[in-house]
């Protein structure tokens, strides 16, 4: 039942696309917190990260999801795990706090300049972002279309 549901969300956050071969099956990581890759950690510390993209509908009640207002630990990966295999990553021992300050999901075609604003240096156009998503979640460039949805969250460190 369980791993059904897992199939059913991953489907819903490709809509339109085959999923990930990394979504296929999906590890259960704790709602309240978001994982940033290691090569993003000084911008973490030094708190200038204040965007991220997830791809799909990230807003809660979908899993994984988040909403306004909602206090998360960010945890930088220190050996990144794999859905495929059941093996959870590996993080750092520090722990930052932030709130989420604005979130939405809309199609990629539709984000402007000030998406980014805050966005790490390498994620600063739709081709860019394209391509991050892509390196992380294991799809091809052009797996995305102007009408996959992203979901953009803004926070603020506490």
């Known amino acids: 039942m369980a791993q059904r549901l897992l199939r059913v969300v991953a489907d819903h956050i490709f809509a339109g696309s085959s999923p990930a071969p990394c979504l296929k099956k999906m590890i259960n990581a704790p709602r309240d917190e978001m994982a940033i890759r290691k090569i993003y950690e000084h911008?973490?510390?030094n708190k200038s990260l204040t965007t991220v993209f997830r791809p799909g509908d990230r807003l809660f009640p979908n899993n994984p999801g988040w909403k306004l207002g909602e206090?998360?630990?960010?945890?930088?990966?220190?050996?990144?795990g794999s859905n495929k295999h059941d093996i959870l990553p590996k993080f750092l021992s520090e722990i930052y706090l932030i709130k989420i300050k604005n979130i939405c999901c809309k199609p990629l075609g539709e984000l402007t300049k000030k998406d980014f604003e805050g966005s790490s240096?390498?994620?600063?156009?739709i081709e860019q972002l394209k391509w991050h998503l892509g390196l992380i979640y294991n799809k091809k460039y052009n797996d995305f279309s102007p009408k996959t949805l992203v979901?953009?969250?803004?926070?603020?460190?506490?």
Request: proline share 8%.
């Open 43 to 45: 911008l973490i510390k």
């Open 121 to 125: 240096p390498d994620v600063q156009k």
């Open 151 to 158: 979901t953009r969250i803004h926070f603020n460190y506490l």
């Open 71 to 80: 206090k998360i630990k960010i945890r930088i990966i220190d050996i990144p």
